[in-house]
């Protein structure tokens, strides 16, 4: 008995250390392939930054192109007091704050009532929903277009060339994407808390602001990140519709103001672009979490 004890503990023990081999390798390679991530998504914003603080005599020479020589902050101060740029800031800014809340509004009651409300057709209406955003905004913007100079003609009113128009426009994006998030995650919480509140006597619009819309915030938060990422960085749009410097969104902007012909002011470009990108950057930092959960949830229940 004793030699088969010995016998059975030694193959433990071999076992056991081929495990911690096995996990210690598993983990090495692990760290080499987040390494290799992190740089490959890294060098473009490093590479911007690094552009951002040299001057334009030492991005024409021919120096290493990873190195700063001489750094400077003329780039960056003189794009945070241009009003020009500042004012396409604020143009993106509100239109991304209108957009978001124009999505949510539309989206929540739309993804609650295909979600929870049973009905005939609601899954193919579902379906339908998410297979709009599928269609890309190349194709769209031009019966866009078409529908604004019509809605001119018809009643007067100017769309074109106006940065207002694109709170109308944007949510043809970002509502039907919304919408199949929430539906995902309406989808996810159980229905014995429908039961609950019917039996209490609460009605739908009840349930959906006091029950539904806490527990459903992850996927709220996921989908008002994901309306405002689209709203802020969108460039196809404002480029067809906007004209006027005063009217143009910060990725128009930052193209038409300071390409001019064949020179490009690569250092004001770089800085630009980082200023841009701060916004959605600190948005993803602080709430990465609940987007993951939103997206999962809406994956794996939508």
């Known amino acids: 008995m004793s030699a088969t004890a010995q016998a059975i503990g030694s193959t433990a023990s071999a076992r056991g250390s081929s495990l911690k081999r096995s996990r210690r390798w598993a983990l090495l390679w692990s760290y080499v392939f987040l390494a290799i991530f992190a ?98 905004d190349s194709l769209l913007f031009i019966p866009l277009f078409k529908i604004m100079a019509w809605v001119h003609e018809t009643t007067g009113v ?42 209490d006597g609460a009605g739908y619009i009840q349930m959906l602001t006091k029950i539904f819309l806490p527990v459903a915030l992850p996927g709220i938060i996921a989908a008002t990140i994901f309306a405002f990422t689209v709203s802020w960085s969108e460039f196809l749009y404002p480029m067809a519709f906007t004209v006027s410097a005063d009217q143009l969104v910060l990725p128009v902007g930052i193209v038409t103001t300071l390409i001019k012909g064949d020179v490009y002011n690569w250092g004001q470009i770089m800085a630009a672009c980082l200023l841009g990108a701060a916004p959605p950057l600190i948005i993803y930092a602080f709430l990465m979490d609940y987007y993951i959960a939103g997206l999962t949830a809406g994956a794996t229940k939508g």
């Open 39 to 136: 740089i490959f998504f890294l060098m473009p914003p490093v590479y911007m930054l690094i552009m951002g603080l040299k001057t334009s005599g030492e991005i024409a020479a021919m120096t290493n192109p990873w190195w700063v020589f001489h750094p400077t902050l003329e780039n960056f101060k003189a794009l945070l007091t241009s009003t020009q740029y500042l004012t396409f800031f604020r143009n993106s800014a509100v239109i991304a704050v209108a957009v978001v809340i124009i999505t949510m509004l539309i989206a929540v009651p739309a993804a609650f009532s295909l979600g929870r409300m049973r009905f005939w057709g609601s899954t193919t209406l579902a379906a339908g929903v998410f297979l709009t955003y599928l269609i890309p």
């Open 158 to 199: 100017a769309l074109l060339n106006h940065w207002w128009a694109l709170i109308i426009i944007y949510p043809t994006l970002t509502v039907p994407f919304c919408t199949w998030i929430m539906i995902g995650y309406f989808q996810s919480i159980p229905k014995e808390l429908d039961e609950a509140a019917l039996i």
